[in-house]
């Protein structure tokens, strides 16, 4: 293999990597804070997707714009669902709760998978915004403006929830929260409100996640399993506590999938991202990036 | 002087085992109180009860004319009623400056959340030393201080302090006593439970004793001290025989 073929197949795994970090980050914030494991997260990554390729298909406004209409639409579904489905959930204890939230979201994923599908059909639907094939061309690696602009704004994100969360009264309400949500209680801090501000924000982030899918891949009403799932490897490899240590574990992941399918063969780099699973399960389950978040 | 803290009948239970009994007592402004008693008696169970932790079964409690019962946690605390919980439970992964500020996370208090940190970081210099590092660095008497700290940070009008001994060497002990009387000479009420109950006995105005979610006493503190049945019981005096 040339030295430009390694090099473009480590930029693609970055790309793809930003990818993974910023649906990885939204369910790793619902898993911190609420202590639930989202199943239907990958859906959320579906849904926004979806927004994205309507406002596209509708108005022909480009999907870096449209997230100025994708996120704010997914946080308010994000908001409704807590009130709904998940704030029943949240205050239940132990086993009970484990198994309360893991069938109620398995069971929101088929319920938003279908209903989907019958709104939006199965056909594969994807953005092609005029500037699709044009990209950067440094030393005979190419990077197209999408996935460039992807990263780019998976990168400032992960900054602004940097920020938000260590700078922040509200940000640091969701941390204190999750660090011990009856010390929280009595700081004064409303944690229905944090619950559901947080359920809200990891749609929001799951949305964003979406809308890459959408400009680089494509969007069937199905893709949801497949984002939860790379989603929870990713929180695994960052450690179940970390929240922005989701996104280099996100990049980690996107990169050695990419080599491992470029050196070893394409059609092992889903294993190999479960192999790495399972190893750092068995080797480091507090995770590599712990105390980051 | 006016009841502030004014409990009545209180009963609450977990699931279906009572673990407090028409609980009536109250608590003066300006007072320190002690609740003693021994393991399993429900002291915590009612701290956590006023505090909005724990539900209430049925009874009122009543801080002035503002009914406390039956309302979530965080709007307690809005009311100035702020809870040390048992076991410190500090936001261990954030800073010790972070656990301050938290404390002082209701409007009323983030108003005054600057000049409050002053104040707090005069009683306890080491907190100030210590602002930048994770609170679960600290030792057991360090984080003591920082969830008193905390406390006050939300600018309580009744401080509830569950077993602030528990598990601090002697003269940690006594300096959290001593922070505690200081607090109350300062203007605020106080709630105290504690296992050590000579030092709370001494330091309190008045106190109740708790045995199996029932009020079995009440007295001044130098009454109880000298009560025959408290000395045996709490104080580990041998009964006095013949």
Redesign the interface.
């Given at each position: 293999m040339s030295i430009e073929s390694f090099f473009q197949t480590l930029v693609f795994g970055l790309f793809v990597g930003g990818i993974y970090g910023i649906a990885a980050m939204g369910l790793a914030l619902v898993f911190g804070v609420l202590k639930m494991l989202n199943i239907a997260h990958g859906e959320l990554v579906m849904l926004g997707g979806y927004v994205s390729f309507w406002v596209f298909q509708a108005y022909g406004m480009d999907p870096f714009v449209s997230l100025a209409i994708v996120i704010p639409t997914l946080f308010l579904l994000g908001l409704a669902l807590d009130r709904a489905v998940y704030r029943h959930i949240i205050r239940l204890h132990g086993e009970e709760k484990i198994k309360n939230s893991l069938l109620v979201s398995f069971g929101l994923t088929l319920v938003l998978q279908n209903l989907a599908q019958w709104l939006f059909t199965a056909d594969e639907r994807s953005i092609q915004v005029s500037y699709a094939g044009d990209g950067l061309n440094l030393m005979g690696v190419t990077m197209p403006y999408t996935r460039l602009g992807s990263l780019l704004i998976a990168l400032l994100v992960t900054l602004a929830l940097n920020y938000f969360l260590h700078r922040t009264y509200p940000g640091k309400a969701i941390l204190a929260t999750a660090e011990d949500f009856e010390a929280a209680e009595l700081a004064g801090i409303n944690i229905n409100r944090v619950y559901m501000m947080t359920f809200a924000l990891g749609a929001a982030l799951a949305s964003i996640a979406g809308t890459f899918v959408t400009v680089t891949y494509g969007l069937t009403p199905s893709i949801g399993v497949i984002w939860t799932l790379k989603a929870l490897i990713v929180i695994v490899l960052a450690g179940t506590g970390s929240i922005l240590g989701a996104f280099p574990a996100g990049i980690l992941l996107g990169v050695v999938e990419a080599l491992s399918g470029a050196f070893i063969d394409a059609t092992y780099r889903e294993t190999i991202g479960l192999v790495i699973f399972l190893l750092v399960l068995i080797l480091r389950p507090q995770g590599l990036f712990v105390r980051s978040g | 002087m006016a009841k502030f803290l004014d409990i009545h009948h209180l009963n609450a239970s977990y699931g279906d085992l009572p673990a407090l009994w028409d609980i009536s007592l109250h608590v003066n402004e300006g007072e320190i109180v002690a609740l003693i008693g021994p393991n399993g008696a429900g002291k915590t169970t009612l701290l956590r009860t006023i505090?909005?932790?724990h539900a209430t079964a049925s009874g009122s409690v009543q801080l002035g004319d503002t009914p406390l019962h039956a309302r979530?946690?965080?709007q307690i605390?809005?009311q100035g009623v702020?809870?040390v919980?048992e076991g410190r439970?500090?936001?261990?992964?954030?800073t010790v400056l972070?656990n301050l500020?938290?404390?002082a996370?209701?409007k009323r208090?983030?108003e005054a959340r600057f000049k409050t940190l002053r104040h707090v970081f005069e009683l306890f210099p080491i907190l100030a030393e210590r602002q930048k590092l994770p609170a679960n660095t600290m030792s057991g008497g360090q984080q003591q201080m920082l969830a008193i700290g905390?406390a006050l940070m939300?600018l309580p009008r009744l401080l509830m302090l569950d077993e602030p001994s528990l598990g601090l060497a002697p003269l940690i002990v006594q300096d959290i006593f001593e922070i505690i009387k200081l607090m109350n000479e300062r203007g605020v009420t106080i709630f105290l439970v504690e296992q050590n109950a000579r030092q709370a006995l001494e330091l309190a105005h008045r106190a109740y004793i708790l045995e199996q979610g029932k009020v079995v006493g009440t007295g001044t503190g130098r009454e109880l001290l000298h009560n025959n049945e408290v000395r045996q019981a709490y104080l580990g005096f041998a009964p006095v025989t013949g």
């Open positions: - | 505090a909005g932790l979530p946690a965080y605390v809005e702020i809870l919980p439970k500090l936001f261990g992964g954030l972070d500020e938290l404390g996370y209701t208090a983030r905390r939300g």
